[in-house]
Structures are given as C-alpha cells and as structure tokens.
C-alpha cells in the first residue's frame, strides 16, 4: 500500500498539518494512523460507574481524534511564551504570528470568541504584584477556553471536514515501526489494537505526532533507528485543589494563572498549568496500566472546586538518560500505594507527617472531585526533591492566594508530564532522517494544545509548498 502523506497521531499536531495542507490547496493523498476511536465514539463509562474501569485497549480520555489534551480541558494559550520550546526553535516572533493564525482557525470551526485575561485590570495588577513579593512571576498568557464538552464539538467537526475533503483516517490502528532505508523514512509497519500485523503502508513523507502519550514510543523508535534526539526535561508533580473561593479572585481576573518559580533550596523551576475554576479532577490511563491525575473544566458543568497542576521540572545530566522511565517509575510507585488508583492527601497531613484517613476527608470543607482517589500518603512515593519543591511552592503560592496552603488543600498524585525525548531539527522541522517529521508533544518541542496545533500548521504550509 502507498500514499503521499501518512501522519501517524490523530492529535492536534497531526490534524492541524492535514487541515492546513487541504486549506492551502494541497492535491496529495493523505492518510492519517489513529490507535484510537473517532470523537463521537470516545467515551468514558466513569461517568456512570463512578470508577475508572481500566479500560482496554486504551483509555478513551488520552486516546482518539483529537487526543488527550483537548478531552481535558480545552483551553488555548495565546501567548509564545507558553506551551513549549518551540519559539527557541522557529523564533518567538514567528511563533506568535502562528499562534494568531491558528487561532483564527480554531475561530472559524466555532471556538468561543470570548478571552480570558487579555486586559491588565486593577485585579492583575495586584496579582502580579503579590507574586513578585512572593519570588514567583506571574506569566501573562491569554487563554481561550473550548471546555471539554464543546471541544469534542469543535473537533467532530474538524474531523467531519478532513473526510469530507479526501484525507483517509484509519481509527483502531497503530504504528508498530518505521521503514527506514539509506537515511530515509518509507512508510510505517501497522497493526490493529490486539497486535496483529497489518502490513506496511508507504509514504514518501511519514509526520510522527503522536502526542504525550506516544513520547516513550518515539524515544525508543530514536534509539532503534538513529534518529538524532537528545534527553530532555520530565515533569513531576501535583493535582491541587480548592474550593472556588479561595480562588474567587485569580479565576475571575485571569481564569488560568500561570506562575513559576524557583524556590529553595534547589532553585528547580517549579509553574502552575492546567488550572480548571470549578473543574473535576480525573484519572487517565496509558497503554502500561500507569494511573495518572489530570484536571478537566466544562463551560456548563461546574463543581465547588478549583484544580491546579503544580510541576517541577527535572533536568537530568550524563550518564543518566532516561527520564521518561525515572517518571513512570514514580508513578507506578504511587500507584501501588493506591491499588492502581490516585493517591490523595490534605497539605496540612503533609506538614503534620501523617497520612490522611478517608474519615478526614468527610469532614472538611473540601470535598473531592474525584471521589474514587484514595486517601493516604504521597509523600511515601514522591521523590524528596520534588516534595520540597511543591512545598515551598504552595507555601509561596499561599503569598498570592491566600488559603491555597490551607490544611485542608487536596493533593492528588502523580500528575507526570512525558515530554522528555526533544527530536533534533532545524527551523524548517527537518530531521536527520530524510522524509521523517516528529511534531508536538511527543518531538519534545510543544506543551499543549495550541503550540501542538501551530507546529502542524507549520508543518501542512511545508508540505503544501512542496507541490508548487
């Protein structure tokens, strides 16, 4: 089997170099690999069980057109300075110019016109002021927020589009390997969801986006076939939350504040990310039964609860080059102590040297949002660097917000973020492989769904060149 362009990773990344290919007038045949199902037929049955049931082949929250971030919270950071490395890649310039073209994309398949943040109000103004007392630095980043329920609307419609418009979406399928000959990428090898062999499909152009989820997938296909990469950072952290009025302030004058610092004693870089006012905290799956927290935010559906991810980023120098497993290790750590599920625990437990009792849970102001996580002790699992980190952290935090570092603040463990294996190319995306392109998540170079989406607006204006 042949085609022109084959985008493994139904992702934004990968949809949004299709979909900027057929915008430019592009006539090549373009065939897109996705291991999961199409959007109208992801579902997660938690919402009746009130469990997570595990599901097999893959978890319909991080799997599927469209992929893991936008079926989380669906927001959209409109600034360069957010979401990834890429503007050190193609400049920070260019890079805000994509991001306003994309926009503008999102915009005409029915994004929300409203903004979050885009005007410096009195409100931001004290905000900005309380964290640089505090040695944090608030970062302004307007956001767009789709809400999980009209993102799946927003993109059953791209989806709509990309096949009425000729692009061949094969949903169900996986690459199992790429075809390399000579230096140069041929195809892919495909198989179905019970590892059955498919056969190959060739291409003279293969673009790899296969998202978060996929970056430990990519690392080791850079191993096995040389394709130039270099160890890059891991995320370690935290899912917060609060009740809605301790973060009245923050949320009405920014909806999503993101801070970073670098506290002592080890000057790590430590952010918020993914802040979701009156959110639900929720548990992903991925293909290794690893169980890891995330924060989802609805337009209509709202709860008491804030949440907020707190990460810090973890640098690792020689010999030592496998970041992404030294996280999935911490990980399948809390997980044991959770019997498979997320482990939570009060901040003031934490301080206190004690675990939390499900009966304290009860008692508090504070109510879970995900009423399956189980109480106990994180800091049985997390690495002691990073636990001082979020400490000092959240103690900083409490400067800007005051009561975030309330006793009764929920910590749910581990939120882990995998963007650790940075593909080498150059500003034009090429790779050390001729025919081979990596993008988004899983290249090392995006965080998020926005820069995600703009790298594949880049990459679809490449290929659509190419025919002129």
């Not at 994309?102 to 029915?110: A, C, H, S, V, W």
């Not at 000959?181 to 179905?192: F, I, K, P, S």
């Not at 879970?368 to 002691?384: Q, R, S, W």
Request: aromatic share 8%.
């Amino acid at each position: 089997m042949k085609t022109d362009v084959i985008i493994v990773g139904a992702g934004p990344a990968g949809i949004f170099t299709a979909l900027e290919m057929l915008r430019r007038g592009s006539r090549k045949q373009i065939v897109m690999i996705e291991k999961g199902a199409s959007v109208e037929k992801r579902a997660c049955p938690k919402a009746k069980t009130g469990r997570c049931m595990n599901c097999k082949p893959y978890c319909h929250i991080t799997t599927g057109f469209s992929g893991a971030g936008a079926f989380s919270d669906g927001k959209l950071s409109l600034s360069a300075d957010v979401g990834g490395m890429l503007p050190e890649l193609i400049g920070r310039d260019y890079a805000q110019e994509m991001i306003r073209y994309t926009d503008r994309i999102y915009l005409d398949f029915g994004a929300d016109q409203h903004v979050e943040g885009a005007e410096e109000t009195e409100e931001i103004r004290d905000i900005r002021l309380r964290a640089i007392r505090a040695g944090l630095k608030l970062v302004d980043c307007p956001i767009r927020h789709l809400g999980t329920e009209k993102a799946h609307r927003l993109y059953g419609d791209i989806e709509q589009y990309l096949l009425a418009h000729g692009v061949e979406i094969r949903f169900g399928v996986s690459c199992s390997n790429l075809i390399l000959e000579g230096g140069r990428c041929l195809g892919v090898c495909l198989e179905n969801a019970k590892g059955e062999n498919l056969g190959e499909l060739r291409a003279e152009t293969v673009v790899v986006a296969t998202g978060r989820r996929g970056a430990d997938w990519l690392e080791q296909l850079c191993i096995e076939h040389g394709i130039a990469h270099q160890p890059g950072t891991v995320d370690i952290g935290v899912r917060v939350e609060t009740r809605n009025e301790v973060m009245e302030v923050v949320n009405r004058a920014l909806y999503e504040s993101k801070l970073v610092g670098y506290p002592p004693p080890f000057r790590d870089k430590v952010r918020t990310f993914c802040q979701n006012p009156g959110g639900f905290v929720a548990q992903e799956n991925y293909d290794n039964n690893l169980a890891v927290v995330n924060g989802h935010s609805y337009k209509n559906l709202k709860s008491a609860n804030t949440n907020v991810s707190i990460l810090c980023s973890h640098n690792f120098t020689f010999p030592f080059n496998q970041p992404i497993a030294y996280a999935q290790k911490v990980g399948e750590l809390t997980n044991m102590l959770a019997d498979g599920r997320i482990l939570v625990q009060r901040f003031g437990d934490i301080l206190s040297g004690k675990r939390t009792w499900e009966k304290e849970l009860t008692r508090s102001n504070l109510q879970p949002t995900l009423p399956d996580a189980v109480a106990g002790d994180i800091t049985a699992a997390m690495p002691y660097r990073a636990m001082t980190n979020i400490i000092a952290f959240m103690q900083a935090m409490d400067q800007v917000v005051p009561g975030f570092a309330a006793d009764e603040t929920l910590l749910y463990s581990p939120e882990l973020k995998f963007y650790s294996n940075r593909v080498k190319m150059d500003e034009r995306l090429t790779t050390n492989i001729e025919g081979l392109f990596c993008l988004g998540d899983s290249s090392g170079w995006t965080r998020g769904l926005m820069m995600a989406s703009v790298m594949g607006v880049i990459m679809g204006q490449r290929l659509a060149r190419s025919e002129a």
